[in-house]
């Protein structure tokens, strides 16, 4: 089979490897449609989970099964399924504990461009089947299904990350795909206000439309002094990171009211130490919560999240700023993600 890979860190191309087998419990799927991921720009440019080499890339798409192992009771060839990005083991030990996104090992539940090939091929394989994909929803665009796959799970998670509750005031910082899921969760949590850290056009457009109540800049000086500003001193109930950096949490400890919590999704690609104010923190006894997680995964939170799309409350085409018809544009997509013309959220490049 075909497939487009990371070579090494910062070269990729197309190559051909057999086509993967087929367990028991398991899929062989082949992709519909496929996005690009700015994880895949982190894996491939920065190396932020080492050196791959020839690892197929991509983890987010819909898809068409073509073979199912003689144990998977709820598919079979043909079917049009949704594929989340994070494929867990659902009879193992950390599933069995809450944790099916770490079966494995930490982060053991991102399989795909991370411990094995990823979606962008002519065939891909998915573990546990009946667990992990979710059957495509009757008159659902492919081109939505792939922001199924990572963007809406992982935005969301942000937002249960941070527990956002009615009436909060919640600060969510970066609004790219990922971020824009978030800002849309907070407002079908019940905020009162989300303020977005954000300056691209095209996204606050998105963002507002989502839910978002004002922007802050980052270019018009610390985010943590626009906020205190902007709450009368008070501060921020809640706070969803979804991107930035290292030095992202110092800012958010400082906007961030005692007893609120942080709820973080950004896929931080280098630096060595996550910076916390020991003052702003309470000298460790603010009640400050901080929690970082890989979305958890699954069918049934795929089934639930394709509800919101199907019934009319999350709407997902404005995400997708760019389309490509053809499997040869992948390369073309990737590129645009990393360098981001001002007009990009998420490109989305049907497969066949």
């Given amino acids: 089979m075909k497939g487009y890979a990371m070579l090494k860190i910062g070269e990729s191309g197309w190559i051909e490897k057999e086509r993967p087998v087929c367990g028991p419990l398991d899929a062989i799927c082949r992709p519909i449609a496929v996005a690009i991921c700015s994880s895949d720009v982190h894996t491939l440019w920065s190396g932020a989970i080492g050196e791959r080499h020839n690892m197929i890339l991509g983890h987010e798409c819909c898809a068409e099964v073509v073979e199912v192992g003689s144990l998977v009771k709820d598919f079979k060839p043909g079917d049009r399924v949704l594929v989340p990005a994070i494929t867990p083991d659902w009879s193992s030990a950390a599933a069995q504990a809450g944790w099916q996104q770490h079966s494995g090992g930490m982060l053991g539940g991102w399989k795909f461009s991370n411990y094995k090939d990823g979606v962008f091929a002519d065939f891909f394989h998915v573990n546990d089947a009946d667990g992990n994909l979710a059957h495509l929803p009757e008159g659902m665009d492919p081109v939505d299904a792939c922001i199924m796959s990572d963007m809406v799970p992982t935005g969301f998670h942000a937002v249960e990350q941070a527990d956002v509750q009615f009436g909060d005031t919640v600060l969510v910082i970066g609004i790219g795909p990922v971020g ?111 929690s970082g997680g890989l979305m958890p995964g699954g069918r049934l939170r795929m089934e639930k999240l394709a509800s919101l799309v199907t019934s009319g409350r999350l709407d997902l085409h404005k995400e997708v700023t760019h389309v490509f018809e053809g499997m040869d544009h992948v390369e073309e997509a990737l590129f645009m993600m990393r360098d981001k013309p001002r007009d990009l959220i998420k490109p989305v490049v049907i497969w066949k």
């Fill in 180 to 290: 824009l899921m978030a800002v849309r969760a907070c407002a079908l949590r019940g905020a009162s206000r989300i303020m977005a850290v954000g300056t691209r056009p095209v996204c606050m457009e998105v963002a507002k439309a989502y839910g978002a109540d004002e922007f802050i800049s980052y270019k018009d000086g610390p985010i943590f002094a626009q906020v205190l500003e902007r709450t009368n001193g008070a501060g921020v109930d809640r706070v969803c990171i979804a991107g930035g950096n290292v030095d992202t949490f110092s800012e958010a400890i400082k906007c961030l009211k005692p007893g609120g919590r942080i709820g973080n999704v950004n896929y931080l690609g280098s630096g060595d130490y996550v910076k916390i104010p020991r003052v702003e923190w309470g000298a460790g006894m603010s009640n400050k919560t901080i």
